[in-house]
């Protein structure tokens, strides 16, 4: 299979000739992989986690984003898409990779591995230019927009965008609103954010003010590169869901919006939604009152309160199936096992 | 005997209220409230001998000034803990008994961090390293009984404690510093994260000979972390940031060592400029590791030192 092109259009800043198209992971590898050592300019920055996760997914069958393969030609002229399909085919071992270096390495490190099913389509964008400080300029525009969320800051934008909190009966407040106009009872829409990053990182300690922002968003990509999307069987907004059915209890509502047990709640939760999620309310009270009981016999010192609270709320949610039906000496002498041992 | 340096306040009087009047350095000038002062910079010396008086204003936790603008105390309850209030802190330091304990200790610490801030400020960059260095073998004195307490295992406590107390230091000094940071600091992103050194220089030529130079001292991929970038900014494992500084010194201060890729005069083309890259980023490293001594202090309400 050769490259398939459907579209095609003038790009006037760069005036060159732009298609879309698709062909196969097999045809890549044979005609456009080879072209990666072709242009100088390469990037040499390689984000070994990042590309060791897109491997995994490439042999689960993910689609990749575009390759963008450009052409010099002095003279072009390509009046329909199919003029267009032709010349690329034809000098196909003259392209240059303008984007996507590290992503056809990644896809001929995956073509080794038994999995691997060449038939899955591969899309391109081809960008016939008539020099090459041309197609410089439109690699430089098109590697340097791309930066700048963070991904603490992609979570909050989506955690707003993407949960219809409207819908619930429990209130969701930002801080800016609880300054303006405090609700009584509104979760933190901070705190609900917080249990996202914890529930996608499968973390609960992913704060610490002495670590430089920089640092910590690359901790945190890396965190969620870890944890495997294909086990998510349970959706955050399930967790959202299940809060606001049992928020009509006053002290359920009230255990949950200290953030810590929070933050525990939405990792532990992971491992026992299909057992938490059939409680009836009364159950899953007593069993938030005996953990304040249980957790109040530890005495733990106050510079380290909240992180013992988010690690053995996760502990106590994670294992809810043998505590929640403990007493509370029990309990309370699991929880100090706990936290000596780690 | 002669103190080598003096501490003065900066901070006027009506600054202080009656509750954190007990971190001032002109009513409270025990070696706790100073070392902590002094490592977030708000805090005035005088040097002895030259009667120099300099300002300390540099907050190593945070060289990235992301926190210029809030107060110094304010600061601090941030990095003792985020679970506290100023009042709290303030009662720690209120507690005599935490206060004075160690004191032989801390003053030790106090007096080798001063050392380090005077030879920075005037930028003798290469003997201000050699005090971190010492500051940091001196902080090791309080860490087997961090690390006991951390691990409930007898047989790794027991493992550890032999190492370090048979002081056969060139075979287990690497080895016991990385196990310490990482049982200490389990849990913490820290962990994961890594210290960035940032070579700057005059120009390309001499940028690449520093780092090169990084380089040949520490020879081992393994210390550092993905974000480096060649020739512009060398990051280091937290992990592995003892190895690393434990590498420079032995590298540079001592030649001893056939057959090791010692750092030779021309490797450094400025031994000031070179540790001048180092001094900032291990100064950050040892107050992330003193502030967690400080907390195991105020949680156990117990002390450490000799």
Redesign the interface.
């Known amino acids: 299979m050769s490259i398939q092109i459907f579209n095609i259009a003038k790009d006037n800043v760069i005036n060159s000739y732009v298609g879309l198209g698709v062909s196969n992971y097999k045809n890549t590898l044979e005609n456009v992989y080879p072209l990666i050592n072709r242009f100088d300019a390469q990037r040499k920055f390689l984000d070994v986690k990042f590309y060791e996760r897109l491997e995994r997914d490439i042999l689960k069958g993910c689609l990749m984003p575009p390759i963008t393969v450009a052409f010099v030609e002095k003279d072009v002229k390509h009046a329909s898409a199919k003029d267009l399909e032709e010349y690329v085919n034809r000098n196909i071992s003259k392209g240059y990779i303008l984007d996507g270096i590290q992503r056809l390495s990644t896809l001929f490190r995956a073509s080794t591995k038994d999995t691997f099913d060449n038939k899955k389509e591969m899309f391109f964008n081809v960008i016939v230019a008539d020099n090459k400080d041309k197609l410089l300029y439109r690699m430089i525009t098109l590697n340097n927009g791309q930066k700048g969320m963070t991904p603490r800051h992609q979570i909050e934008i989506l955690t707003q965008e993407l949960f219809d909190f409207k819908g619930l009966r429990a209130k969701v407040q930002t801080e800016k609103e609880k300054s303006e106009h405090p609700q009584k009872d509104a979760f933190s829409f901070g705190d609900i954010s917080r249990g996202y990053i914890a529930f996608l990182t499968a973390n609960v300690h992913n704060e610490n003010s002495k670590i430089i922002d920089e640092k910590m968003d690359q901790i945190l990509v890396g965190r969620i590169l870890d944890t495997d999307l294909n086990t998510y069987e349970l959706q955050f907004n399930d967790i959202i869901n299940f809060i606001d059915k049992v928020s009509v209890s006053p002290n359920v509502r009230g255990w949950l919006q200290v953030a810590n047990n929070f933050i525990g709640f939405c990792v532990g939760i992971r491992k026992s939604h299909s057992y938490i999620f059939q409680l009836p309310i009364e159950d899953i009270q007593t069993a938030f009152e005996n953990f304040e009981i249980a957790f109040k016999i530890l005495n733990v010192s106050k510079i380290n309160l909240g992180k013992y609270r988010r690690e053995l709320s996760r502990y106590y949610i994670e294992n809810a199936k043998s505590l929640f039906t403990q007493d509370v000496e029990f309990l309370a002498e699991k929880f100090s096992v706990e936290t000596i041992t780690e | 005997m002669i103190a080598p340096f003096e501490y003065i306040e900066i901070i006027e009087d009506e600054g202080f209220d009656e509750n954190t009047i007990n971190l001032s350095i002109a009513k409270n000038p025990t070696p706790k409230i100073i070392l902590l002062r002094g490592l977030i910079g708000s805090i005035k010396i005088k040097h002895y001998v030259t009667q120099t008086e300099f300002p300390q204003t540099i907050d190593y936790?945070?060289?990235?000034n992301?926190n210029t603008g809030i107060l110094p105390i304010e600061r601090l309850r941030?990095?003792?803990?985020?679970?506290?209030s100023i009042e709290?802190l303030c009662n720690i330091f209120r507690n005599k008994k935490f206060l004075h304990q160690n004191q032989h200790f801390f003053e030790r610490l106090v007096n080798e961090f001063s050392n380090y801030y005077y030879y920075e400020f005037k930028n003798s960059h290469t003997t201000a390293f050699a005090y971190l260095y010492r500051i940091l073998e001196t902080i090791s004195y309080s860490f087997p009984l961090i690390y006991s307490s951390?691990t409930?295992d007898f047989k790794e406590t027991y493992n550890f404690l032999k190492e370090w107390l048979s002081g056969n230091k060139d075979k287990g000094e690497l080895g016991f510093f990385k196990k310490f940071v990482k049982v200490t600091f389990?849990?913490?992103?820290?962990i994961?994260?890594?210290i960035?050194i940032d070579i700057n220089a005059p120009n390309e030529e001499i940028q690449q000979s520093f780092f090169d130079s990084f380089k040949k001292a520490c020879s081992d991929e393994s210390f550092f972390a993905?974000?480096t970038?060649e020739p512009r900014k060398l990051s280091v494992k937290f992990t592995e940031y003892s190895s690393f500084i434990i590498c420079l010194r032995n590298r540079f201060f001592h030649l001893l060592n056939s057959g090791q890729p010692n750092l030779q005069s021309e490797d450094i083309l400025d031994s000031d400029h070179f540790f001048s890259l180092v001094n900032k980023p291990t100064a950050y490293w040892l107050s992330?590791i003193l502030?967690e001594v400080f907390?195991h202090s105020?949680?156990?309400s117990i002390d450490i030192g000799e």
């Open positions: 936790v945070d060289l990235n992301r941030g990095y003792v803990s985020s679970e506290i709290d951390k409930d389990s849990n913490d992103p820290l994961e994260s890594s960035t993905e974000d970038e992330l502030f907390k105020i949680e156990n």
